[in-house]
Nanobody, 124 residues
Framework: QVDLVESGGGSVQVGGSLRLSCAASGYTYSTNCMGWFRQGPGKEREAVASIYRGENRTYYADSAKGRFTISQDNAKNTVYLQMNSLKPEDTAMYYC?????????????????WGQGTQVTVSS
């Protein structure tokens, strides 16, 4: 069993920054590959970034490249998503996920475990 708890969401103005956290517990194997996804109002869930923690390799969706950074703290078993230069279109519920079929996958259907999400709202 894997538990994922997101935090760090909130309301910011355009151009602002937020750092999301995803605290993981459970099998090390299951949390070796993790990802961040988001779902805006009336939209489908979409990928943001993924990380292969064992090698600290990362992969980003085009919408996140250059603005978002996924990272980890092994001591805290936590994965982060640093979001800079936020735009109104970044408004969404952000979820972290674990144990994909293929590591670094950006397909939400590949992930087995999900957190409950944290809301990010960007206003102009």
């Amino acid at each position: 069993q894997v538990d994922l708890v997101e935090s760090g969401g909130g309301s910011v103005q355009v151009g602002g920054s937020l750092r999301l956290s995803c605290a993981a517990s459970g099998y090390t194997y299951s949390t070796n590959c993790m990802g961040w996804f988001r779902q805006g109002p009336g939209k489908e869930r979409e990928a943001v970034a993924s990380i292969y923690r064992g090698e600290n390799r990362t992969y980003y969706a085009d919408s996140a490249k250059g603005r978002f950074t996924i990272s980890q703290d092994n001591a805290k078993n936590t994965v982060y998503l640093q979001m800079n230069s936020l735009k109104p279109e970044d408004t969404a519920m952000y979820y972290c996920a674990a144990e994909p079929v293929g590591c670094l996958s950006l397909n939400h259907e590949d992930y087995k475990y999900w957190g409950q999400g944290t809301q990010v709202t960007v206003s102009s």
